[in-house]
C-alpha cells in the first residue's frame, strides 16, 4: 500500500499511492502503511503466535517487498525466480552506493519455490 506511479518501460503505472492519498486528503491525515515492507502485520503475527524472528525465514518474489520486510525484520530471506525479481536486481543493488538498495539483497535465492520442498519434507 502506498506505492506512487513508477514508471516501467518508459510507461507510467499507476500504484496505490495514488488512492491513498486521495483518502488521506479527504481524512486529513496521514495513513497508517501496514503493508509489505512495513513490519506491522510481522509484529502482530510474531507476538500473538511467539514467532523468534532467528527461526523464521521470508520466502518471496520481490526484492521491494517481501525480501525488504525480512531484512527489515530481522529474519532469513529467500528470493524465488519466478516472480517479478531476478539475479540481476540482486546483483545491482549488491553492488549499488544506496543503503536502500542494499536492504533488498536475500540471504538466498531459488529458482522456484517448489525447490524448497525436499529441505521441507526431509
Known amino acids: 500500500i502506498g506505492q506512487p506511479a513508477s514508471a516501467e518501460n518508459g510507461r507510467f503505472k499507476n500504484r496505490t499511492g495514488c488512492l491513498v492519498r ?9 495513513a497508517d502503511i501496514i503493508g509489505k515492507p512495513s513490519r506491522f502485520i510481522f509484529d502482530c ?14 520466502v518471496g518474489d520481490r526484492l521491494d517487498t517481501d525480501i525488504l520486510l525480512g531484512v ?6 529467500i528470493l524465488t525466480l519466478t516472480g517479478v525479481s ?22 538466498f535465492y531459488v529458482d522456484s519455490i517448489a525447490d524448497l520442498l525436499p529441505a521441507l519434507q526431509g
Open 45 to 58: 503475527v510474531s507476538q500473538e503466535y511467539g514467532i523468534n524472528p532467528e527461526r523464521t525465514v521470508m
Open 72 to 77: 527489515t525484520c530481522g529474519l532469513k530471506t
Open 86 to 107: 531476478t539475479l540481476g536486481d540482486v546483483k545491482n543493488n549488491q553492488e549499488s552506493d544506496c543503503v536502500s538498495k542494499k536492504k533488498m539483497v536475500p540471504d
Open 22 to 30: 486521495a483518502v488521506e486528503m479527504a481524512a486529513q491525515r496521514q
